[in-house]
């Protein structure tokens, strides 16, 4: 419609899906280089995201599609329990509270206006003497000072994850045959790992003494806040080039273009219902397959995806968590509506996801999930494809071997008599 006036301009929100979609890849870059562990640095098992205020995803950098799908769940969990100050970093990787499993370790931090970091930095610079008499006249406050008085206000948030080499747990890797999620690991729930710019040591103990390779560990916690760092800082130079009201508009337009791209794919897809399953093997305990539903309804530019019939959770370590289950959804989804769309929260407004609480694709505490995140969600892709195949058989391809071929290995270096785990 010629007379429609546009409520933003095409050529500006392409300029802005990149500049989100560098900070991701950056501070990915950031983690990479830093990092310590194979994992991270040679494997890049981590993944980086820019939420906009209301803790939903503006932009994704081209990183693992289970952590991806997920993250946004485990920052929504994270933000109900805490609500981090300027500084802050909060951690987690409870795979009830949007996680995956214990070794992919989320950190999220928010971006404020004010330039709190560059302040803090000039605090340091002006020598002891000063940062004595803010601390009396203001206390822990003064890391809340901006160079105009004005309060700070939270932009964004930046997000990570990472696969950290081992969470504890009985069998090094923390990727063992336990039948409960106890046995696998330490459980972080959301906590405050940085607190006001510096790193919460009492809690970083904590962590390290229920790890192996606890040196290695802290330099990737490192890593991943350097580059949460790196994330803000990045954001912050956008709203002082582009102003603060324009670039939260154009994460705004971003969603919403999304949103719309993903409705229009889903429209292109015949109406009707397509429903697939698969098994695993077993699930190391049992001889028993493990069965996969799921019933794909498109009616319109809308999709319902039910997972009702699928098995009940197992004793064995094959388990997904919600968050797995949406994971897969969103990447069997966003492989059909083309690269060319903004990997922001849009892309799961117009799709509904029903996975029946104590099941095989949303177990409930304490279930063993180690391997649910790296097997069943493969499994649950393939499902995924096989139901939409009926719907397009000229567009999905054929399933892949609907495993990870995970490979993990631990012990005692003989050479200098250090635990490793990999």
Not at 131 to 156: I, V
Request: glycine share 8%.
């Amino acid at each position: 419609m010629k007379n429609v006036r546009r409520k933003f301009d095409p050529t500006t929100l392409e300029i802005y899906r990149a500049l989100y979609t560098s900070v991701a890849e950056e501070m990915g870059i950031a983690l990479r280089r830093t990092a310590f562990s194979p994992n991270i640095k040679e494997r890049r098992d981590y993944s980086c995201a820019v939420f906009d205020n209301q803790a939903c995803v503006v932009a994704q950098g081209d990183h693992m599609p289970v952590h991806l799908g997920s993250m946004p769940m485990a920052v929504a969990a994270a933000l109900r329990e805490i609500n981090p100050a300027p500084g802050d970093v909060v951690a987690l990787n409870d795979p009830f509270a949007g996680g995956t499993h214990l070794p992919d370790v989320t950190l999220i931090m928010p971006v404020v206006s004010g330039r709190w970091s560059v302040v803090r930095e000039k605090q340091k610079a002006e020598g002891t003497r000063r940062k004595a008499e803010n601390k009396r006249r203001h206390g822990q406050s003064k890391l809340l000072l901006t160079t105009d008085h004005r309060p700070l206000t939270t932009l964004f948030y930046v997000a990570n994850r990472a696969h950290h080499a081992d969470i504890g747990g009985a069998s090094p890797g923390s990727m063992g045959l336990a039948t409960d999620v106890y046995g696998e690991g330490l459980r972080i729930p959301p906590v405050r790992i940085v607190r006001r710019g510096v790193i919460d040591e009492e809690l970083m103990r904590l962590l390290l003494a229920n790890v192996r390779g606890a040196a290695e560990r802290r330099a990737d916690f490192e890593a991943q806040i350097g580059s949460l760092k790196t994330g803000a800082n990045r954001l912050l130079e956008i709203v002082e080039r582009r102003g603060v009201r324009e670039v939260q508009e154009y994460a705004s337009h971003l969603i919403a273009y999304s949103a719309r791209m993903m409705r229009r794919t889903i429209d292109a897809i015949p109406d009707g219902e397509y429903a697939a399953e698969d098994a695993l093997d077993d699930d190391g305990i049992s001889n028993d397959e493990v069965k996969i539903r799921v019933r794909v309804t498109i009616k319109g530019n809308h999709a319902h995806i039910d997972f009702t019939g699928s098995a009940p959770q197992v004793a064995g370590a094959i388990n997904a968590v919600e968050a797995i289950t949406v994971s897969a959804v969103s990447y069997v989804f966003r492989c059909l509506v083309g690269t060319d769309v903004p990997a922001s929260a849009g892309l799961m407004e117009p799709i509904e996801v029903v996975a029946p609480c104590g099941t095989i694709v949303n177990a409930m505490h304490p279930a063993s999930v180690a391997g649910g995140n790296v097997e069943t969600s493969q499994r649950i892709v393939d499902v995924l494809f096989r139901a939409l195949h009926q719907a397009l058989p000229q567009v999905i391809p054929a399933a892949s071997q609907g495993t990870m071929n995970n490979l993990t290995i631990g012990g005692i270096d003989s050479r200098t008599g250090a635990e490793f785990a990999y």
